[in-house]
DNA sequence: TGATTATATAAGTAAATCCGTATATATTTA
DNA sequence: TAAATATATACGGATTTACTTATATAATCA
């Protein structure tokens, strides 16, 4: 079954509790690397690292802005992934606590 | 967040076809092991290995009939599973394919 | 009880995965 | 143009993972 495939190669990206946090933050809105580098409190090759794997799958787009690169959901025409973003909690409180030094 | 890690662990056991597809399969009815090594032609104990690890997370039960041990599913109080599991395909034509010695 | 069938567990291996350090590339600013 | 900032990539090590083979346990049947 290839659609069980596909399905699991995505649920399997979702299965990383650092990736499914990005997701859950750019439930929001858009970021960029060093507000998810602040948020997830990890290294800046890591976050790099796991936002190229959610874009080579398609979860998210980036879109340049000068120095910055803001990462965003592209789950549109995704119904189960969209599904399960539903169920995650939204992490707005926390963005909303972060310096917004990128402008 | 702990929501959210638990999230990730319970979608990185769906992340692995062979264990999606054993959900798929378990969707349509409850199986015994027999049925799934068939159904997924593996091995005997790497079905086992698979079920076990969703059973360790809750997501199916088994019972014990005589000689058999059939897996169902267990999903009922976990809404985000249920959920992914109404976007995999029915696998009820290869399930009634199987030829039932297992009885 | 001994053989057979169903399932689980153990142990080993190859591959995948995550993350850290180091470095490269791109953009802006002085 | 040089320095600073933001991001990406390369590489290596430690851990995890999926699978295989071999063996153990449990239930049934002759």
Chains 1, 2 share one sequence.
Not at 67 to 78: A, G, M, P
Not at 84 to 97: A, C, R, T, V
């Amino acid at each position: 079954m290839e659609q069980i495939n596909e399905m699991a190669e995505n649920l399997k990206l979702l299965g990383d509790k650092t990736r499914l946090t990005m997701m859950a933050l750019l439930k929001d809105r858009a970021l960029c690397v060093c507000d998810i580098v602040e948020l997830l409190e990890t290294s800046q090759p890591n976050a790099s690292q796991h936002l190229r794997k959610l874009k080579a799958a398609g979860l998210v787009n980036e879109t340049r802005k000068g120095q910055w690169i803001y990462y965003s959901l592209n789950v549109e025409d995704k119904p189960y992934i969209q599904a399960i973003m539903g169920y995650l909690p939204s992490l707005k409180e926390k963005i909303d606590q972060i310096k917004n030094d990128c402008d």
